[in-house]
């Protein structure tokens, strides 16, 4: 048999073949990878490809055959990522609010070259970015990077922040750019924060990453090793609602059972629950940072939930509700 012009690559397009073509449902016989392979030019004999796919194993492509009646059939077996997995990437994708529309695009085509075409029509049929608002900033992926490097290297950055105008435009908040030193990155309310020490207002802050721009790495080490010590950063998010700080507070609330999930969902199963003396009604006590945002949410849970310490939660909370009330007089 003549050989093909691609016949260095030939191996290339044996794993390329079997990578795309086959999978735990779909198989290829001898002769159809023959055939297959003569597509790009390479030709093939069956003595030499059992060589070949010895070497694919060797490689780390894992090639499986059974037998069916007199056909032997081939497929790829183990692979870097199951089907059901790249199916949850391809959700987490989707539902993350930081990575742009276009991003999400790029990257969900990227995990369907890790499966079969076959497989990757099913992850296609999970492509749904749709009236979804997503973030707008591109080069989000580079600032992470950059705050990486930051954060491995010890070092305080730079950047501007910015928000948006009634114009619809993203400007800076300030004149001057702002400098922290980063600690640590942090998934809250679909939104991607950076959490950092400001060594003049001598705090930890957080801030939107899709919000921040420019970022510089600094030639000087990073201040706010001791407050990020012991910090636990699951508490710190339980603490702060939508990353809106406040100050930080033990409160005491009381809440009808039916609601208990609600509790666990947010501030996780440690929490003290004890019986409250309202029949079919709870207590407990959470340490939260008590901002208009953790306001807004026990407002929304309606009659079912109520403040009962300490003393300036409870009159602050009734003091925004009054003035929410002048609104509308």
């Known amino acids: 048999m003549p050989k093909g012009t691609n016949q260095k690559l030939k191996l290339y397009y044996l794993a390329k073949l079997m990578v795309e073509k086959t999978d735990d449902n779909h198989y290829l016989t001898m002769p159809e990878i023959i055939e297959e392979l003569a597509k790009y030019d390479v030709s093939a ?27 032997t059939l081939y497929h790829v077996g183990t692979k870097k990522f199951e089907l059901p997995e790249l199916k949850l990437l391809v959700d987490s994708i989707q539902v993350s609010k930081f990575i742009t529309e276009k991003k999400s695009r790029a990257l969900i085509k990227k995990l369907m070259d890790l499966v079969s075409v076959h497989e990757a ?32 290297s010890n070092s305080k950055i730079t950047f501007e922040y910015l928000q948006w105008n009634v114009k619809k435009e993203m400007v800076p908040r300030k ?26 207002d001598e705090k930890i802050k957080h801030y939107r990453v899709d919000k921040m721009r420019s970022i510089k790495l600094l030639d000087v080490k990073r201040d706010g090793a001791e407050q990020f010590k012991d910090l636990d950063m699951a508490s710190y998010s339980k603490m702060n609602f939508g990353m809106f700080g406040g100050k930080t ?37 959470v340490e939260v ?41």
């Open 45 to 71: 004999e069956r003595k030499s490809l059992y060589e070949d796919i010895k070497t694919l194993e060797d490689l780390g492509i894992e090639v499986l055959k059974e037998q069916e009646g007199r056909n």
């Open 121 to 152: 029509a099913q992850l296609q049929r999970q492509v749904v970015v749709q009236g979804r608002i997503k973030a707008m900033n591109e080069s989000i992926y580079y600032v992470v990077d950059d705050i990486h490097k930051a954060i491995s």
């Open 175 to 200: 004149e001057g750019r702002y400098e922290v030193s980063p600690w640590a990155l942090t998934f809250d309310d679909e939104n991607y924060y950076l959490i950092a020490f400001d060594s003049v």
């Open 249 to 285: 507070t033990e409160v005491d609330i009381e809440f009808n059972n039916k609601l208990v999930g609600v509790f666990l969902d947010r501030f996780g199963k440690d929490i003290h629950i004890i019986s409250a003396k309202k029949e079919g009604w709870s207590q407990t006590r």
């Open 289 to 329: 940072a008590v901002s208009d945002q953790f306001l807004g949410w026990i407002f929304a849970l309606g009659r079912d939930v109520k403040i009962i310490g300490p003393s300036e939660v409870t009159e602050r909370f009734k003091n925004e509700i009054a003035e929410l009330i002048k609104c509308y007089e």
